[in-house]
């Protein structure tokens, strides 16, 4: 039982660059949520799944994408990446009121 | 806009001493739920505690218990019996209906 994998772990994008980062969960979860935390603050919520086929933006979602593939996987694209984007991001999937968190993507744009 | 407020950075405890980190909130919902969160120095973000704005009780999860005062907006984190693998950042979140939202965070080094 894995819980929340995210890939990769560590990403350095140059500015402009795209990417897509990968998150799944094997707990049969409806709702996904892509958080980023910058240094020194709390998490911020980009998008929310709260079912397969779903999305809603949240608190930061300029300049991101999401889609909900399937109800085991979230994934949070970047179409231009940009500095402001320099961050730690967490997935999470959530049952009732008990959020699991993946182990986070380290990701630098210079 | 739902707004969550951790008002000390920092904080220091004794080991076996209880200590309470402070979390006030600000939400127009009528229904929502609180959580602690517990980040080690290794990044991860642990589960600690939730209460939701009907339960009358406050929660409770071995150490840890959360002092919900809803006319004052507060839902406080107390640990008791603070244990050196304590030292770590937590953070205090509030669900509503469509968001989810942290606070800034407080560190607790807990002292031998």
């Known amino acids: 039982n894995a819980g929340v994998t995210q890939t990769p772990k560590f990403q350095v994008l140059k500015t402009g660059q795209s990417m897509t980062l990968q998150c799944a969960q094997d707990m049969n979860h409806n709702s996904m949520y892509w958080y980023r935390q910058d240094p020194g603050m709390g998490l911020r919520l980009i998008y929310y799944s709260a079912s397969e086929g779903t999305t809603d933006k949240g608190e930061v979602p300029n300049g991101y994408n999401v889609s909900r593939l399937n109800k085991r996987e979230f994934s949070l694209r970047l179409e231009s990446a940009a500095p402001s984007q320099t961050s730690v991001y967490f997935c999470?999937?959530?049952?009732?009121?008990?959020?699991?968190f993946g182990p986070g993507t380290r990701l630098t744009v210079t | 806009a739902q707004k969550i407020t951790q008002t000390q950075p920092g904080m220091f405890v004794q080991e076996k001493e209880a200590v309470t980190l402070d979390c006030t909130y600000d939400?127009?919902?009528?229904?929502?739920?609180l959580f602690w969160y517990k980040q080690p120095s290794s990044g991860e973000m642990i589960f600690l505690i939730y209460?939701?704005?009907?339960?009358?009780q406050n929660a409770t999860e071995g150490r840890y218990s959360l002092n919900f005062q809803k006319a004052r907006k507060s839902a406080n984190l107390v640990i008791s019996a603070s244990q050196l693998g304590d030292s770590a950042m937590y953070f205090c979140a509030m669900m509503g209906v469509h968001d989810m939202r942290f606070g800034a965070g407080t560190r607790l080094t807990v002292k031998p």
């Open positions: 939400t127009s919902d009528q229904s929502y739920g």
């Open positions: 999470a999937s959530m049952e009732v009121y008990e959020q699991y």
């Open positions: 209460q939701g704005s009907y339960d009358e």
